[in-house]
């Protein structure tokens, strides 16, 4: 496994207690593997006040100070396989997550915008593009305007493009519903 460098700040803080809680993380994982015949699906993914850049993208990294190691070893022909992703979250009243942005190489395109984590999000008439070159900390008042969208509308073509591949692709495996057991089959494995 491939960790961060802030991962080993942590585990030089942390990590005798974390041998602790491994140990006792090991037995329930044992007894649920001798329970159900195999071992549980988990992924945890968390972020906290991260923004997307920060993830991934060793131009912003840098410019940061601290380097996350390449996790694709065998990347094709120098593309990344982060090369584009959508940003989808929980919208309060709404009827499931809605996409609040999409990143395609060095640029993001938001549809809804938050600025703080406690504000309200709101949903932009004109989407705001923002090159994460020139503003990796996607400052608002260095956000490009209207005009950009106009301007550097072949950018827009390419992400959707990359949208509209990447919902096709959930009418073959839909998101795991809310709630879902272990073991779970996507349905193109079934």
Known sequence: MIHDSEYYILEAQHGARWSVEDKDLDQKLAELRQ???????IIHI???DTPVGEVGISFIQKQRGWETPER???RQAGKSAREWFPVFQQVAGA??????AMKWRNYKLHFIWQERQYDSP???VVPRLIDLYDNPQ???EEATGESAIVT??????AMFAELTKFQESLKKDPPV?????DPYAPPSAR
Do not use: C
Not at 95 to 100: D, H, I, R
Not at 152 to 157: C, P, S
Not at 177 to 181: A, C, R, Y
């Open 152 to 157: 550097h509308a072949w950018i827009l073509h």
């Open 46 to 48: 968390m972020f906290d």
């Open 95 to 100: 009827a499931g997550p809605e996409l609040y």
């Open 35 to 41: 329970k159900f015949g195999t071992p549980p699906n």
């Open 72 to 74: 694709v070893p065998a």
């Open 177 to 181: 519903p809310v709630g879902t057991s």
């Open 122 to 124: 709101q949903r932009l």
């Open 138 to 140: 996607e400052r608002p």
